[in-house]
């Protein structure tokens, strides 16, 4: 199955509105072996730049770690978490308003045995259940 990518426009609108949009649409990540995993967006959860007191650009904030929020939408930004989770985000909107969707939870669809070995989790449904676990 071949997917048509996003294009950055996608992803250079209003926050919420991409954050509903992504669900049901298809993430992929193609290792060094060629090999595909994926994964149907089911869950997201939008933070909303300066105004938002979730979110990592709150009040403006800029440093080294949230640089990426400050490009234009369809980057990724990245962060670990508790020093032990990484979570991807999708940038939105256009450069310097830091905005991003968490991806918080993905149905696996491609590359299910890669997953179960890099998880080691009991029951197939836990494999991308959390945002803790896609980047794992």
Avoid: W
Wanted: net charge positive; hydrophobic share 35%.
């Amino acid at each position: 199955m071949m997917a048509r990518k996003l294009p950055f426009s996608f992803y250079q609108r209003d926050t919420e509105e991409v954050a509903r949009e992504l669900l049901g649409k298809t993430l992929v990540h193609v290792l060094k072996t060629g090999q595909r995993v994926s994964g149907r967006i089911v869950e997201t959860e939008a933070y909303l730049g300066a105004r938002d007191a979730a979110a990592h650009s709150r009040g403006g904030l800029r440093s080294k770690r949230t640089e990426s929020m400050f490009l234009p939408g369809g980057h990724a930004y990245v962060y670990l978490i508790y020093g032990m989770h990484y979570c991807f985000n999708v940038v939105t909107r256009e450069a310097d308003e830091p905005q991003a969707v968490l991806i918080r939870a993905l149905e696996p669809i491609e590359g299910i045995e890669f997953m179960r070995r890099r998880r080691r989790v009991k029951r197939d449904l836990d494999l991308c259940s959390g945002p803790g676990k896609l980047c794992d």
